[in-house]
Each structure stands twice: as structure tokens, then as C-alpha cells.
């Protein structure tokens, strides 16, 4: 039986040179541990993350409570299929339950799985033929066929066409557009209500409201995209409630189970039974070990007061990014929900990227000018000011 052992970062990289399709681009280092706020390499270096689990870590690495519970989960029950009941399913669609719209879940692995069973019930509520789905310039939905053409953006399309029929693009914030390209064969709109990959975009003043109204006008869904934004993000438990806006549809991922696979598709009750029996299924969907976890992770963020927690460090991160603004002419714009960040500069921000990694801080650079930061909602603000140190630093280098 094969063990892991400790191995040196290039034994690693050259296991997968040999054995793993390289389509990810990698730096070259190993991690093997993570605790909070931190994780150490193979050769024993400790890096603070800023962007621990490409936002699936929204509690850090390894949150204690969430590991307890798979730990003593994975001794009971790991899987059975979804044509058998179990506990932790059920209470965990409750408990995603009460903290958003009141609806019912749909269990899956994944954000792009989510938006799947998102669009096919968009399609199968619609009952009258309607397929086309509104998405937005620079959003992100996932890689599947559907999910990647919901995507509007061409770079994730290159050398797949022909894409899926039915979807239509607008400018993110753009009332008009979207008004201009519902048509009598249009079923819903789906949209992040902050887009992540597309660099922390917020929406405009009344937007979100806006596609609310044509949604109820036109009769079609709204579906929100909180695979990023979800589970206390920006401070609230879904972005949503900061806008005053309530969606039909909203699916989730990423930090919905503390850091395990795990995703869901909440909608009303009425609309939920639009997904009939055998219309649509997901196999590891709903599992003991991601409802247990999903369930711990949701407590967790109570029983912390993270919530609030995550607007104090989201108040201390615009007052930090926006005095490095004033210093440094690469900075454009800086823009903060809770604990989603987006530093917009006016050069490409890979070299950023790696001056922080060679200072042992993680960050993301997205549409190749804005670095994206997201952190653990129970970062300290030690760790904050440390993290900030050294991003003052480096974006004071790359101006010059």
C-alpha cells in the first residue's frame, strides 16, 4: 500500500511530471500542512495565505470543529446513494435553510455542478420551450459545456465550439442590455451578485434590484451565482442580503464545507418541484462527510460571531489598501466586500504574485490586473497588518 512520506518539493513536482496531466499551471512548491491562516512547504517554509483554497478555505485550513466532525463521521457512514435517507443531509439542507430564503436543497460536489442543476431547472420551471439563460461580461459559472458558455467570456471558450445554444451575454451592470435581449424564448437570468473571477466587481447602485423587477415582469428566474460570494463571505451570510434582493435560485460551493467538496442549489419549495425524479441526480451529492462538514462550518461561523468578525477585518482592509493607494500610482482601484478584495492595478500583476510568494504571502492575480485576496473570515488582524506589510512592500517595488 503506498504511503505519503516526506518528500522534498522536487521529488513531488517530479511525480507529476511523470503521472499527472499538467493542465494547471503550478508553482513549484509542495504543501503539506495547513493550520488556520498558514501552510508550510515540504522544505519546512511557512507561508501566511491570503487565498487559502482558492476561497474554498473561508474558515482557514483545517478548522478544527469541521475536522472533529468528518473524523468521527468517516468511522460511522462515508456514502450511500441518495435513494436512502440519512441525518446529516437532511440537517443540513435546514440549516442552509434557515440562514438564506427558506428553500430546499439540492446537493452536489461542485460550484459548476450547482450551476448545472441550476440552468436545468431553469429550463425544465420554464414549461413552455423557453431556453435562453441572461448571463454577464467577465462572469464565471464553471467548466462544464453549459456552465462554460454561461461563462461570457471568450477566453474559456477557445477551441471548444460549438458551445451550448441558449445563452446571451451583457454587460455586467447594464439594465438596458438585459432588457434589449429577453425575448419570448428567454427563461431566466443568472448572474454572481459580486463577480468574483472577473476581479470583485460590484454591482452598480440598483442593479441587482433591476433584474429582480424583469424577472417578476417577464416571468423568469433569477438565479444567483454565490458559489464565491456564499456562506459569510462578504460578511452577511449571502451576498444577497446586502442588496435588498431575494433570487429564485442560488447556488453554492466552495467554502460551503469549510474546505471538502460540497455544493448545493437552494429554491423555493414551489419551483423546487420542477426537478422531478429522475430529471436530475448527482452521485457523491449530499454525502455524510460534506453534510457534516457543511453542517460544522455553519456553526462554526456562529458560535465565533464570524460574521461580524469578517466585516471588521473588511473595514481594516480597505483602510489599509486604500492608504497603499494613495502611495502607489500602480494601484487603480480598490474594492471590498467583507472579506473579498480586489486591488485593481494599472500593470499586470503576476510579478506581484510572486514577489509575495518569495515573502511567504499567498495572493491571486485575476483578469491579469487585479489581485484578488480572499481570506479566512477568522484571519486576526495581526495577521492582516503582516499580510498588508508585505503587499505595501511589493506593490511599493513594482511602481518603480
Same mark, same amino acid.
Given at each position: 500500500?503506498?504511503?505519503?512520506?516526506?518528500?522534498?518539493?522536487?521529488?513531488?513536482?517530479?511525480?507529476? @511530471?511523470?503521472?499527472?496531466?499538467? @493542465?494547471?499551471?503550478?508553482?513549484?512548491? $509542495?504543501?503539506?500542512?495547513?493550520?488556520?491562516?498558514?501552510?508550510?512547504?515540504?522544505?519546512?517554509?511557512?507561508?501566511?495565505?491570503?487565498?487559502?483554497?482558492?476561497?474554498?478555505?473561508?474558515?482557514?485550513?483545517?478548522?478544527?470543529?469541521?475536522?472533529?466532525?468528518?473524523?468521527?463521521?468517516?468511522?460511522?457512514?462515508?456514502?450511500?446513494?441518495?435513494?436512502?435517507?440519512?441525518?446529516?443531509?437532511?440537517?443540513?439542507?435546514?440549516?442552509?435553510?434557515?440562514?438564506?430564503?427558506?428553500?430546499?436543497?439540492?446537493? $452536489?460536489?461542485?460550484?459548476?455542478? %450547482? @450551476?448545472?442543476?441550476?440552468?436545468?431547472?431553469?429550463?425544465?420551471?420554464? =414549461?413552455?420551450?423557453?431556453?435562453?439563460?441572461?448571463?454577464? #461580461?467577465?462572469?464565471?459559472?464553471?467548466?462544464?459545456?453549459?456552465?462554460?458558455?454561461?461563462?461570457?467570456?471568450?477566453?474559456?471558450?477557445?477551441?471548444?465550439?460549438?458551445?451550448?445554444?441558449?445563452?446571451?451575454?451583457?454587460?455586467?451592470?447594464?439594465?438596458?442590455?438585459?432588457?434589449?435581449?429577453?425575448?419570448?424564448?428567454?427563461?431566466?437570468?443568472?448572474?454572481?451578485?459580486?463577480?468574483?473571477?472577473?476581479?470583485? =466587481?460590484?454591482?452598480?447602485?440598483?442593479?441587482?434590484?433591476?433584474?429582480?423587477?424583469?424577472?417578476?415582469?417577464?416571468?423568469?428566474?433569477?438565479?444567483?451565482?454565490?458559489? =464565491?460570494?456564499?456562506?459569510?463571505?462578504?460578511?452577511?451570510?449571502? %451576498?444577497?442580503?446586502?442588496?435588498?434582493?431575494?433570487?429564485?435560485?442560488?447556488? #453554492?460551493?466552495?467554502?460551503?464545507?469549510?474546505?471538502?467538496?460540497?455544493? %448545493?442549489?437552494?429554491?423555493?419549495?414551489?419551483?423546487?418541484?420542477?426537478?422531478?425524479?429522475?430529471?436530475?441526480?448527482?452521485?457523491?451529492?449530499?454525502?455524510?462527510?460534506?453534510?457534516?462538514?457543511?453542517?460544522?462550518? #455553519?456553526? /462554526?461561523?456562529?458560535?465565533?460571531?464570524?460574521?461580524?468578525?469578517?466585516?471588521?477585518?473588511?473595514?481594516?482592509?480597505?483602510?489599509?489598501?486604500?492608504?497603499?493607494?494613495?502611495?502607489?500610482?500602480?494601484?487603480?482601484?480598490?474594492?471590498?466586500?467583507?472579506? /473579498?478584495?480586489?486591488?485593481?492595478?494599472?500593470?499586470?500583476?503576476?510579478?506581484?504574485?510572486?514577489?509575495?510568494?518569495?515573502?511567504?504571502?499567498?495572493?491571486?492575480?485575476?483578469?491579469?490586473?487585479?489581485?484578488?485576496?480572499?481570506? %479566512?473570515?477568522?484571519?486576526?488582524?495581526? =495577521?492582516?497588518?503582516?499580510?498588508?506589510?508585505?503587499?505595501?512592500?511589493? #506593490?511599493?517595488?513594482?511602481?518603480?
Amino acid at each position: 500500500m503506498a504511503t505519503i512520506t516526506a518528500t522534498s518539493s522536487a521529488e513531488t513536482i517530479d511525480l507529476f @511530471n511523470r503521472y499527472v496531466i499538467p @493542465n494547471y499551471k503550478r508553482y513549484p512548491i $509542495c504543501l503539506v500542512r495547513g493550520e488556520g491562516s498558514y501552510v508550510w512547504d515540504a522544505e519546512g517554509n511557512r507561508y501566511l495565505d491570503f487565498f487559502p483554497g482558492w476561497g474554498c478555505n473561508l474558515l482557514g485550513h483545517c478548522p478544527p470543529p469541521v475536522v472533529e466532525a468528518v473524523q468521527d463521521q468517516v468511522a460511522r457512514l462515508i456514502h450511500i446513494p441518495n435513494t436512502w435517507y440519512t441525518e446529516p443531509q437532511g440537517l443540513w439542507a435546514k440549516a442552509l435553510s434557515e440562514r438564506s430564503f427558506g428553500g430546499q436543497a439540492f446537493f $452536489c460536489n461542485s460550484g459548476a455542478e %450547482a @450551476n448545472e442543476a441550476a440552468i436545468k431547472l431553469a429550463r425544465l420551471h420554464s =414549461q413552455k420551450g423557453k431556453y435562453k439563460i441572461v448571463t454577464f #461580461l467577465g462572469g464565471f459559472h464553471g467548466r462544464t459545456m453549459a456552465t462554460v458558455t454561461a461563462t461570457a467570456q471568450p477566453k474559456y471558450h477557445e477551441g471548444l465550439e460549438p458551445l451550448m445554444p441558449g445563452f446571451v451575454y451583457a454587460p455586467f451592470g447594464d439594465l438596458d442590455a438585459v432588457r434589449r435581449l429577453i425575448d419570448d424564448e428567454t427563461c431566466a437570468i443568472m448572474v454572481e451578485p459580486i463577480q468574483g473571477e472577473g476581479g470583485v =466587481q460590484i454591482p452598480p447602485q440598483g442593479f441587482l434590484k433591476g433584474l429582480r423587477e424583469l424577472c417578476d415582469k417577464h416571468g423568469l428566474l433569477l438565479i444567483f451565482d454565490e458559489v =464565491q460570494t456564499g456562506c459569510g463571505r462578504t460578511g452577511k451570510w449571502f %451576498a444577497y442580503q446586502h442588496f435588498d434582493v431575494t433570487p429564485d435560485v442560488m447556488t #453554492l460551493a466552495k467554502a460551503v464545507c469549510g474546505g471538502l467538496a460540497g455544493a %448545493a442549489m437552494l429554491t423555493t419549495p414551489e419551483i423546487a418541484k420542477s426537478l422531478r425524479p429522475g430529471m436530475h441526480a448527482s452521485t457523491f451529492g449530499g454525502n455524510c462527510l460534506a453534510a457534516r462538514a457543511g453542517v460544522a462550518a #455553519l456553526e /462554526m461561523i456562529e458560535s465565533e460571531n464570524l460574521l461580524a468578525h469578517a466585516q471588521r477585518l473588511g473595514a481594516i482592509f480597505k483602510k489599509r489598501l486604500e492608504e497603499m493607494r494613495q502611495k502607489h500610482h500602480v494601484i487603480r482601484e480598490v474594492r471590498v466586500l467583507g472579506v /473579498m478584495i480586489g486591488v485593481e492595478l494599472s500593470i499586470d500583476g503576476t510579478a506581484a504574485v510572486q514577489a509575495c510568494i518569495d515573502r511567504r504571502l499567498l495572493i491571486n492575480c485575476t483578469h491579469g490586473t487585479v489581485l484578488r485576496l480572499l481570506p %479566512a473570515m477568522n484571519l486576526t488582524e495581526d =495577521q492582516l497588518h503582516q499580510g498588508c506589510d508585505i503587499l505595501d512592500a511589493v #506593490l511599493a517595488e513594482q511602481g518603480n
